[in-house]
């Protein structure tokens, strides 16, 4: 059986993988792991119900709501909100019906976005639905994957599960709010149930993700081709190698120069980025470069602010910053080798 041998490593997680068996490089000290599999899907079987918030028709009230937070780190880029969901009903189609229906929207902490993302009914599922002078997403923003419908103990006429990833708007990287969740209830004697799981917020579309490899654990490394992100599930799937190889993953954030002043004999620069973390501070004495590391930068996280002697030659300032990202698990699906990370 195939151990995990762990070493130091800044930023990253590396994994090894051969027709023989799986092991890993880790960041943070040196360490003796069980051997790992592509794990359990959450989205699947029982996986899928436990800890789902659940409404259900039946009650005095036509319509039953909840609202459950999310938070979006700051150093996402392109945010994206993800979540499990299911809809099953008793009911008959019947024409000029209202039925009952069940509504996810987004909205953030100050009220100013409030959007549905999807509606569900016994005609099916209706992503990014339109909403009459309200904020509205766009039919790319909203990306449902169809799943397996969960034992709930009893059978239903009508009955549909989902894996949505929602793209929220950049703007709302380091910001929080909730997702409503409401469901209409006609009042009729036909029940009708809906549930909500596994709220969270990774990094969404157009965020960078990069799978380096090499036939060595100590490099050098390249970034792999023919990679395949799949955001919702937090995983990357790629060919399958014909002989053993080592994985590493990482992903970049947006930084952003907010300031820039002269300070006695320094600069000093204001950012935006990730949180916790300091962006690397490049300069070039051209506008199209070439860019190289700033040397003898002194970073303030708390104040987001970098300092660095001014010269008296003209220079071009940009920020680099990475995202540390963990490789959960790892394995073999399908021909493909697939790294789930988070």
């Not at 100013?112 to 639905?129: E, K, Q, S, Y």
């Not at 009042?187 to 149930?193: A, G, L, M």
């Not at 940009?318 to 493909?336: D, F, K, N, Y």
Request: with cysteine; glycine share 8%; charged share 15%.
């Amino acid at each position: 059986m195939a151990v995990f041998t762990a070493v130091a490593r800044c930023y990253q997680k590396a994994c090894f993988l051969s027709r023989q068996g799986i092991s890993a490089l880790v960041a943070a000290g040196v360490a003796t792991l069980p051997a790992f599999s592509v794990g359990a899907d959450d989205f699947s079987g029982t996986n899928l119900l436990a800890g789902a918030v659940f409404l259900q028709t039946g009650g005095s009230a036509s319509v039953l709501r909840t609202n459950l937070p999310w938070i979006a780190p700051a150093n996402l880029s392109h945010p994206a909100l993800v979540f499990s969901v299911g809809f099953a009903s008793d009911e008959v189609f019947a024409p000029g019906e209202f039925f009952d229906s069940f509504t996810i929207s987004v909205r953030n902490a100050e009220q100013t976005f409030i959007a549905p993302a999807l509606t569900a009914d016994l005609l099916g599922v209706n992503p990014a639905p339109a909403n009459p002078d309200g904020a509205q997403f766009s039919e790319d923003d909203v990306q449902p994957e169809p799943l397996s419908f969960p034992p709930l103990g009893s059978s239903f006429r009508f009955q549909q599960a989902l894996l949505v990833l929602v793209a929220l708007p950049p703007a709302f990287a380091g910001q929080s709010g909730t997702v409503g969740v409401s469901l209409f209830d006609n009042q009729n004697h036909q029940h009708s149930v809906g549930f909500i799981n596994h709220i969270a917020v990774v990094p969404g579309p157009g965020s960078l993700m990069v799978v380096e490899s090499s036939a060595s654990a100590s490099g050098p490394y390249a970034a792999e081709g023919q990679v395949r992100v799949r955001h919702a599930r937090r995983c990357i799937s790629l060919p399958r190698p014909g002989a053993h190889r080592f994985y590493r993953l990482h992903g970049s954030s947006e930084s952003r120069i907010t300031l820039m002043r002269a300070d006695g004999n320094d600069w000093l620069f204001n950012y935006t980025g990730a949180e916790g973390s300091v962006p690397e501070l490049l300069s070039s004495a051209q506008a199209v470069g070439p860019y190289a590391v700033e040397s003898g930068v002194i970073a303030n996280t708390d104040t987001h602010a970098l300092r660095v002697r001014r010269e008296g030659a003209a220079r071009f300032f940009r920020l680099r910053c990475e995202i540390p990202l963990t490789i959960r698990h790892s394995g073999m699906e399908a021909g493909q080798t697939v790294i789930a990370y988070e």
